[in-house]
């Protein structure tokens, strides 16, 4: 059974930094996609950064510039480094894995197979 479960979430004043992560257990993702998206209230779930498996990064307009996927496939794990926070930044985040393997542009949450539970993400200004 495949388990996606995310941590590093909090409360952080705008300005701040926080660094999510994300363990993957029950199969390997070293050929795979990973990505982070995120849901504020009464909003619909957005992306918010792949990587692909051979290291192609994408990101929203919203966070590049500001936000830093990576992977550690060792580990079989994704994390998301966010600086420079901003209220609007604050959601629930997931993180997510792609069952089809080498597949280097996957931005759409429909293109995402395995999900975590979430973790809150609350940035005051």
């Known amino acids: 059974q495949v388990q996606l479960v995310e941590s590093g979430g909090g409360l952080v004043q705008a300005g701040g930094s926080l660094r999510l992560s994300c363990a993957a257990s029950?199969?390997?993702?070293?050929?795979?996609?990973l990505g982070w998206f995120r849901q504020a209230p009464g909003k619909e779930r957005e992306f918010v950064a792949s990587i692909a498996w051979n290291g192609y990064e994408n990101y929203a307009d919203s966070v590049r510039g500001r936000f830093t996927i990576s992977r550690d496939n060792a580990k079989n794990s994704v994390y998301l480094q966010m600086n420079s926070l901003k209220p609007e930044d604050t959601a629930v985040y997931y993180c997510?894995?792609?069952?089809?393997?080498?597949?280097?542009?996957?931005?759409?949450?429909?293109?995402?197979?395995?999900w975590g539970q979430g973790t809150q993400v609350t940035v005051s200004s």
């Open positions: 997510a894995a792609d069952r089809s393997p080498r597949r280097s542009i996957v931005t759409t949450s429909a293109s995402y197979d395995y």
């Open positions: 029950g199969r390997t993702f070293s050929s795979n996609a």
